[in-house]
């Protein structure tokens, strides 16, 4: 199993080692000590998420506000997406930075998203099965999205003739309007500041 850090501090590419036979195939999807010693954040999953969705779906932005903040360790396991990640942590060196990173059933990789960061993806197979691991419980009124097609923001959504969208991402508001409202977390209050020792 194999982590890379990408362009954003904190989010990490997962490359788990796949074993074919006959068969098929097995992978290790997630093994929480790896995580934590590679990236220095402790990653207790207390809740597993699955979406169904559609070719041209986006869902997102999402992120939860801090306290209790919510980290995600996301995977394709079915089908084919591209993961989006936007940096939306006032003061951060990267604020407003995105990364689009492309998940299928083929190469198993997974990213991982330390809490503080909006996530979305877009669907790009007939139809994609996503499972999200989180490190806290869903809170509703700690959560918060951000319009996915926000001109400012331009994200790097890939081409789609036909957009499918929920009601409430459709009508969520822009960056600049969640950063008027003050839910916003602060990059200076989410830094890992004890890391944890790699594995010998």
């Not at 559609?54 to 999402?62: A, L, S």
């Not at 919510?70 to 942590?89: F, H, L, N, P, Q």
Request: charged content about 20%; hydrophobic content about 40%.
């Amino acid at each position: 199993m194999n982590f890379e850090e990408l362009g954003i501090e904190g989010v990490h590419l997962v490359e788990p080692q796949v074993f074919g036979d006959p068969r098929g195939a097995f992978l290790e999807l997630f093994v929480g000590h790896r995580l934590s010693a590679a990236t220095g954040r402790p990653m207790d999953v207390a809740q597993v998420n699955c979406s169904v969705s559609r070719r041209g779906t986006i869902r997102g932005i999402h992120l939860t506000a801090a306290p209790p903040g919510e980290a995600k360790y996301v995977t394709c396991v079915s089908g084919s997406i591209v993961d989006v990640v936007v940096d939306v942590r006032l003061g951060s060196p990267t604020y407003g930075a995105s990364l689009a990173i492309p998940l299928d059933d083929e190469q198993r990789h997974a990213v991982y998203i330390p809490e503080g960061l909006g996530h979305g993806f877009a669907a790009v197979s007939d139809t994609a099965v996503v499972t999200y691991l989180c490190d806290n419980v869903y809170t509703p009124g700690k959560a918060i999205s951000i319009n996915p097609l926000d001109p400012q923001l331009a994200l790097p959504w890939p081409a789609m003739d036909d957009i499918v969208l929920s009601d409430k991402d459709r009508t969520a508001p822009t960056l600049a309007e969640t950063e008027a409202l003050g839910v916003l977390p602060r990059y200076s209050d989410l830094r890992v500041k004890t890391p944890i020792r790699p594995l010998e």
